[in-house]
């Protein structure tokens, strides 16, 4: 007998349906096991034909070819079979149904006898089948998964412009003035406070020749000096500015919804 884990691995495969003469009969597509052994009991084959896309048929009996399951039936027995609904669940009745169509359920003559069955058909199936897996359920739901994506936040430029600043400085400056001293002069020597005076030749050459042009309206004139501020603007370097980047870390909340499945049991009233 084929087991379920062998079953499972032929599917997994792609396996296909071969009739008693190794023909192909179609693709598998749905394992049925065995509501209360838990045995893979019926396999439906994908037949592609118009109006019965798949023909339900019994793994009793049913070996294993490579990958590909080989049935004791032909290929008419096969796509003739009754055709079930594959709601993922086989009836005892639709169950029984088809054991009768393949010889493997005891059937009452006229006289209310069992006619001879097929070895293992002894017993009526009460149970129903149902595909493999079918009493499990995954619960799925939507996690939360947070990454980091660069975006430019600002651009930045060193850029240089000129400002115009009034400076206020003071600088000392001179200037000259006209001073008049006078002198007294007595007997041809000048008079100090003092009271004491002297002339030296050269002076006195001087003193005595003005007195030969007094009265003669003589000018004397003398260049005065100042000094005035002058501004000279210097280009001088006052500092070097660089930019550069840096990274800091911080941490940042975010929140969002997620979705999740919530598995409960019914009961149903029969």
Same mark, same amino acid.
């Given at each position: 007998?084929? @087991?379920?884990?062998?079953?499972?691995?032929?599917?997994?495969?792609?396996?296909?349906?071969?009739?008693?003469?190794?023909?192909?009969?179609? #693709?598998?597509?749905?394992?049925?096991?065995?509501?209360?052994?838990?045995?893979?009991?019926?396999?439906?084959? @994908?037949?592609?034909?118009?109006?019965?896309?798949?023909?339900?048929?019994?793994?009793?009996?049913? @070996?294993?070819?490579?990958?590909?399951?080989?049935?004791?039936?032909?290929?008419?027995?096969?796509?003739?079979?009754?055709?079930?609904?594959?709601?993922?669940?086989?009836?005892?009745?639709?169950? *029984?149904?088809?054991?009768?169509?393949?010889?493997?359920?005891?059937?009452?003559? $006229?006289?209310?006898?069992? $006619? *001879?069955?097929?070895?293992?058909?002894?017993?009526?199936?009460? *149970?129903?089948?149902?595909?493999?897996?079918?009493?499990?359920?995954?619960?799925?739901?939507?996690?939360?998964?947070?990454?980091?994506?660069?975006?430019?936040?600002?651009?930045?430029?060193?850029?240089?412009?000129?400002?115009?600043?009034?400076?206020?400085?003071?600088?000392?400056?001179?200037?000259?003035?006209?001073?008049?001293?006078?002198?007294?002069?007595?007997?041809?020597?000048?008079?100090?406070?003092?009271?004491?005076?002297?002339?030296?030749?050269?002076?006195?050459?001087?003193?005595?020749?003005?007195?030969?042009?007094?009265?003669?309206?003589?000018?004397?004139?003398?260049?005065?000096?100042?000094?005035? #501020?002058?501004?000279?603007?210097?280009?001088?370097?006052?500092?070097?500015?660089?930019?550069?980047?840096?990274?800091?870390?911080?941490?940042?909340?975010?929140?969002? *919804?997620?979705?999740?499945?919530?598995?409960?049991?019914?009961?149903?009233?029969?």
């Amino acid at each position: 007998m084929i @087991t379920l884990d062998q079953m499972k691995n032929s599917m997994n495969a792609g396996a296909n349906v071969l009739s008693e003469d190794g023909a192909v009969l179609g #693709p598998m597509g749905q394992l049925y096991v065995d509501d209360a052994t838990g045995e893979p009991s019926w396999v439906t084959v @994908t037949t592609h034909t118009m109006g019965k896309p798949e023909s339900f048929a019994p793994l009793h009996g049913a @070996t294993l070819d490579g990958r590909n399951v080989r049935l004791p039936y032909t290929h008419a027995k096969v796509y003739d079979s009754p055709k079930m609904s594959l709601d993922g669940h086989l009836s005892p009745e639709e169950e *029984q149904h088809l054991l009768r169509y393949y010889g493997l359920m005891a059937a009452k003559d $006229d006289d209310g006898t069992a $006619d *001879q069955a097929a070895p293992d058909a002894g017993r009526t199936r009460s *149970q129903s089948s149902r595909p493999e897996g079918d009493y499990a359920m995954t619960r799925s739901e939507e996690q939360l998964r947070v990454g980091t994506e660069l975006r430019e936040t600002e651009r930045v430029r060193l850029v240089k412009r000129v400002v115009t600043e009034d400076v206020t400085m003071t600088v000392q400056i001179r200037r000259e003035e006209l001073v008049v001293e006078r002198v007294p002069v007595k007997d041809g020597a000048p008079l100090y406070d003092d009271g004491a005076g002297t002339f030296s030749k050269a002076e006195r050459d001087r003193l005595y020749a003005a007195v030969e042009t007094a009265f003669n309206g003589d000018v004397v004139e003398m260049v005065l000096y100042e000094e005035k #501020p002058r501004v000279e603007i210097d280009v001088v370097p006052i500092e070097r500015v660089r930019i550069s980047r840096e990274a800091r870390t911080h941490d940042e909340t975010v929140t969002g *919804q997620v979705r999740k499945e919530v598995i409960e049991t019914e009961r149903i009233e029969l």
